[in-house]
């Protein structure tokens, strides 16, 4: 049928950006969250500081931290007493496979086939507690046999093949930051299992600037993602808090959720159709704005963590760079006002990009997380105090924060500013400025370190999340904490828990709330296993609160346990039915979900 | 595990509604589109009139109608020679189950159990033109067997148990009004064949204020359910084109697109979750604003159109009534500067809850469309269109209108308004009042039941959609109204084709682009079957000009043929290995997707 086609209108425009910068070999550290250059330490003086340049908090001592929390645990902290960590502890014994070995070794470069432990075990973990205890304090019993590096999606799929081929399985990993030890390797595994790492596929391929989409590799990160897309003025907007490690393919495996949802929605919104290797063969689909077509089973990997298929690439909607970007505060008198606050400003239909309501016990930590500062500041800072509970009355002990996130046009940004401080003075809110809501944000990158250096200062500390009805989420809030204290006395641990929560996320229907839970542990017994016993408690409490499973971090081999409290027997059923028949042979042997 | 749990705020607050109206019997016609009391006719004069009161246009005269479609078809058209029905046409035997049926009439009474000839015909089609067509010139060669109401989700659970002990089949049927021949029965099928009438089950069991959801039955249709909600000031804000007679259910199993999509969303963000019966056993899960668990079975039904399992409820998000509804229109010179209008709307982030573009003959068919007038009103209409003509230099031949329709707070709908007129004027668009865009939005109802007219009158004329990147949806149009011409001439059928477009949804990414297509066919040979092989001619251009093969109209039978041109053969082996797993027994006989 040959006819002229039309030309198209508005043009159509891709661009090809430039590669990511590359990140200097072992940027990354093995034994601890995060950039080997960046984390907590001890200075001379025993007082807390951060290591590095890299965030705002970095190369500043903190000597409030230290004796606050000493405050909130009810114990003695010596800064100079460590439990130090025996990283890397033994790796298990290599499960060989010589003639899969051999095949890779032809099929990619050697350098990109490795058995060597330390990375073996890196990549049999992520960062659960139990993850950073085993492998700083105790064992993991299996890790994988082999990392693998391919470059592209023919070589993720000569990969899964030849592991088929060779009695072989295969695990994805991208940028190993799950909290729900989706990484760890079953136990009883007995043949060979190879990490397919996809952090060498990290580009953008495309950018369709008129249609506002991109196809971007699985195993770019979200800083890679940003810097590409960023330098042609677009941004993918979803800013998990480990998107400086975490990839497109974790997101899309573990349904993440960005903190900035609500102008750009979560990974399931953002990706518009996923390219996946199978061991049935390549999931693809031409993306369309929208589509009835019956279910996509590319789709289904969302969520699927590593269990169905090797997501290669995802094609998104992407967004200009706002021209515009700003930061709030507010201080609330009481985390029930800062919770009206949130509803109304859900209800108001004018939501900036991210909204969060710390607790009191959440506040105080931010605070205690100040640098040390110059006189003149520190009057400076006193005098503000003063002012906030003096004359406005607000209580040290019941006052909460929530910071703010615009971003948009200067016009969309000044509305909603004046819509939520509007919302904010109703309830009883003191705007504490831009400066306090910045520091927030940045923080949560940073704090993303303090997990590891609690743990060698006979600390243990994990957070957990879930989502839940606005008129449930205040008494979960409750119950939680009830309960997380109840556990923490009734083992006669030391001193008292720290047990916090902030609300993360807005939804029309409810919330996504995010618990911290640490607990001093010298001279507990197995306190990593105490830990999760008490993490299973809070599940238990949350679920029987209403609350959901998990909001975003998934289920992996930790929350396993409760689907049945989630899914009706059948539901379960079609689950395993679906992995049975298009797995059969198990080669994705990852064993979550 | 005993303690006091602390009480909820915001408060929650559930209303349980009372049950819709009820239809009186044979309210809805069997033979053809919509209300027995409303539709196309010609009175006595010769002029095309409109049946009834329901609608604006009802129990008017439209005297340009047949005047227009003669000149745009090209064909003489005598008002009074008509195509006369043969509804209805052979009724195929019935496949007898006694056992079945015996079963069947023991657990439910027996008005809720039938086989009268013209109940299982009517359960054994939708709106395509091939269903029409066939029960009123040709026949269907396999319908359902018998009717059973289930008035309850344990009654729909007995009779697929019942179905399968006795090795009979089942079809869910909500409204019947799919237009891609779901409801057909598979022509092979030697089982009893059990149309589920899903419509007893039609209430909202529940709404909760607080967290703005509800849980509705599936068999209700959007009629039904803005009843109910609204009495208690909430709106689902769903409304596809079928609205008045099509559920939930079939929403769900077709993965429906409302009008007002903009505002409310489309039926997969506006469901929660899904509760089915299917032969594994119940699918259900608490609903959660958002969740990380892996793929949940139930939400697979979205789009399933009846092949895994029965929606019985869901639990969805409602919205409060908006307090203002306003409608709008603006003409533009040509349909490019109107799409051009439409991409910047969607751009701007300021996009009201319809924006419908109509091209030049679509424009036209809604002047034609238009009532008779009073003498003062044709004369203030004849000076309008003198101004629009004259003044502003607009070509009859080529100007195009697009509807607006605006719901929020006034504030809200104010700022659209301003936002959206604003970029009117910049692609040179002239206001054309609220007038106009209401009535452009209610013709939308009435419209759907001229297909049966003209069918009477020697027009055989269907619809289709499909969604395309913003930057291919003018070159789309414009090679499908190619092809649609040339198939025409190939072909040399009487008269010229009617070949239309809308954009009837606005995405981020793209559109949706609905298509009408007509032709005259008196004199020719099966024209039913001319018009499908068109139609497969023009879905073949949609494809190959980048669109995709439904935005929500779905699959069913009638474009299965080009499902591998959508999904890569591991994809479609994904979908037949999940039906093969949960239905091994094809329990869900329809046959679609």
């Known amino acids: 049928m040959a006819h002229a086609h039309a030309g198209a209108h508005p043009e159509a425009s891709r661009i090809v950006p430039e590669p990511p910068s590359q990140l200097p070999p072992g940027a990354e550290s093995l034994d601890v969250w995060g950039f080997r250059d960046s984390g907590f330490e001890v200075n001379a003086a025993g007082q807390v500081a951060f290591r590095g340049s890299r965030y705002a908090i970095s190369g500043k001592a903190i000597p409030n931290l230290l004796p606050w929390a000493e405050g909130v645990l009810g114990v003695k902290l010596d800064a100079f007493d460590r439990n130090t960590p025996h990283y890397p502890t033994a790796v298990p014994e290599r499960v ?64 899964l093949e030849l592991a088929r081929v060779h009695g072989a399985c295969v695990v994805p990993c991208g940028g190993g930051t799950n909290v729900t030890d989706a990484l760890r390797c079953p136990e009883d595994e007995r043949r060979s299992i190879a990490s397919l790492d996809l952090r060498r596929l990290n580009r953008v391929l495309w950018i369709d600037a008129t249609n506002r989409t991109a196809q971007i590799q699985a195993g770019a990160t979200g800083l890679e993602i940003e810097e590409q897309l960023g330098r042609h003025g677009f941004t993918l907007g979803h800013e998990p808090d480990s998107a400086e490690h ?7 495996a573990t349904n993440a959720s960005g903190m900035k949802k609500n102008r750009y929605g979560n ?50 909607e992407i967004f200009p760079l706002p021209a515009v970007r700003r930061f709030g505060s507010v201080l609330f008198p009481s985390f029930e006002q800062g919770f009206r606050f949130v509803f109304d400003v859900q209800r108001s239909g004018v939501v900036p990009a991210s909204v969060r309501l710390m607790d009191n016990l959440q506040f105080q930590f931010g605070q205690a997380l100040k640098p040390a500062k110059t006189r003149l500041a520190a009057i400076k800072s006193a005098l503000e105090k003063l002012y906030v509970l003096r004359v406005r009355g ?10 703010l996130l615009f971003e948009g046009s200067e016009s969309e940004v000044a509305a909603q500013e004046r819509s939520v401080y509007r919302i904010a003075s109703r309830h009883g809110g003191m705007q504490a400025g831009a400066e306090n809501g910045e520091r927030g ?14 743990l060698d200062h006979w600390v243990i500390a994990e957070s957990f999340e879930t989502s839940v009805a606005w008129s449930d989420a205040q008494a979960l809030c409750a119950n ?30 409810g919330v996504c709330l995010y618990f911290y839970f640490a607990f001093h542990y010298k001279g507990v017994a197995a306190p990593s296993e105490v830990f999760a016993d008490i993490e299973r408690a809070a599940r238990d409490e949350i679920l029987r609160s209403g609350g959901s499973l998990s909001h975003h971090h998934g289920v992996g081999k930790l929350r396993q346990e409760f689907l049945p409290r989630v899914f009706s027997p059948a539901a379960l059923a079609w689950r395993r039915k679906l992995k049975q028949a298009v797995d059969p042979e198990n080669l994705l042997g990852a064993g979550n979900g």
């Open 267 to 316: 990974i399931e919104q953002l990706v518009l159709s996923v390219r996946a290797v199978t061991p049935e063969g390549d999931l693809e689909r031409p993306p369309a704005p929208r589509e009835s077509v019956g279910a996509d089973p590319a789709r289904w990997l969302i969520g699927s963590e590593g269990q169905l298929g090797i997501v290669t690439s995802a094609s998104v």
């Open 246 to 252: 975490s990839t497109l393919g974790g997101w899309i």
């Open 394 to 403: 607000f209580e040290a002990e019941s006052m909460v924060a929530c910071t």
């Open 480 to 509: 939680v904490k009830q309960r997380i204290w109840q556990e923490h006395a009734k083992r006669g641990l030391p001193g008292r828990p720290f047990i916090s929560v902030r609300v993360t996320q807005l939804y029309e229907t």
């Open 96 to 159: 060989a496979n010589p003639g899969f070995e051999a095949a890779l070794a032809a099929r990619l470069s050697p350098a990109r086939v490795s058995s060597d432990p330390q990375l073996r075990l890196r990549h049999g973990h992520g960062h659960t507690q139990e993850d950073m205890w085993a492998i700083k304090h105790g064992a993991l019993r299996r890790v994988p046999d082999l990392v693998v590096w391919p470059e592209d999606e023919a070589e993720v799929r000569d990969v």
């Open 441 to 454: 944000y940045q923080l949560t990158f940073a704090i993303a370190y303090i997990r590891d250096f609690l």
